[in-house]
């Protein structure tokens, strides 16, 4: 595990980060309340720099979970943000915004759905392009935020039939007891990352809150030949009973969660946050980002953190 950014780095933290290799250089896109940062390098794993912000918006605040993709020579923007006059975030919405280069300044398009809704993770493959996305359930069991995923028409244009992929099932997602109403713990299932490698799939995910202890990585996998991913049923790994992170606090680092994934020459690697631990010059939500390397077998994740 090596830290990708220095705590003197300027702004302070780097939630969700999202990475992307394009135009022969590496770039980071993450949250922030007045806009999108973003930052650049040459190298994974040294000589970051910050470049400013990727994107802003008249009107809106608290920008979420960025993810960029490019078609055509156009770099999308996946995000969430809401109105800056509103402080109930569960007015987040999903939007999209373009560029010519992965630099920006990218410029908002389109609101393509509804609140609540955050996390959005879009990609392709031969059947069209797909977005993974997080919404709430106020009436399951276990209610709370849980992880989607439905066909796009076109870059701006969601199909409108979204299915599970991730729901929750265990106690350690348990963001908050007595949320919405007595009795009733609000669960959380957010931050997606869609991979594949060969004919095995995989959906990471982050599970319960940053501030909590029991914050982690989990991820569903399903082997299947379906280009079609609402049609694939993914299963948590080991098993939805079982409470065992691909990710999570450590002696070193804790608030570990919301990754993206790189690979290249064969090889995975996990982009994610993170604190220091003991760390008293940062707010707890100044998390910065980390790397390390993933190793990926069947059914099988493992992380080097070392």
Not at 107 to 119: G, M, R, V
Not at 259 to 282: C, F, M, P, Q, T
Request: proline share 5%; with cysteine.
């Amino acid at each position: 595990m090596k830290i990708i950014f220095p705590k003197e780095n300027e702004p302070a933290g780097q939630a969700d980060p999202y990475i992307l290799k394009a135009e022969g250089k590496y770039y980071i896109y993450a949250t922030s309340i007045q806009g999108v940062h973003l930052y650049e390098s040459d190298s994974l794993f040294e000589g970051w720099k910050y470049l400013g912000y990727a994107l802003q918006e008249a009107g809106a605040h608290e920008f979420w979970a960025p993810c960029v993709i490019e078609k055509d020579g156009t770099y999308y923007m996946y995000y969430s943000s809401f109105d800056v006059n509103c402080d109930d975030v569960h007015q987040q919405a999903i939007k999209v915004a373009t560029a010519k280069s992965p630099r920006g300044p990218f410029e908002y398009k389109k609101t393509i759905l509804a609140p609540f809704s955050i996390d959005p993770h879009v990609v392709r493959n031969e059947s069209g392009y797909y977005i993974f996305y997080s919404i709430n359930d106020y009436d399951s069991v276990r209610a709370g935020t849980y992880i989607v995923v439905d066909k796009l028409i076109d870059m701006f244009t969601p199909e409108g039939k979204p299915v599970a992929v991730v729901r929750p099932t265990l106690d350690e997602e348990v963001f908050m007891r007595d949320r919405f109403k007595k009795g009733q713990n609000w669960h959380t299932i957010e931050g997606a990352f869609y991979f594949r490698k060969g004919d095995d799939h995989y959906v990471m995910y982050s599970g319960n809150c940053y501030q909590n202890e029991y914050y982690f990585v989990g991820y569903s996998y399903a082997h299947s030949t379906e280009n079609d991913l609402r049609k694939i049923k993914f299963e948590k790994q080991p098993s939805p009973d079982v409470y065992a992170p691909l990710l999570s606090k450590n002696d070193e680092e804790e608030g570990t969660g919301h990754n993206s994934v790189l690979e290249e020459n064969g090889k995975y690697y996990v982009v994610y946050h993170a604190r220091d631990i003991g760390d008293k010059d940062l707010p707890v939500d100044a998390r910065t980002a980390r790397v390390c390397e993933m190793h990926v077998d069947g059914k099988t994740l493992t992380l080097d953190r070392d």
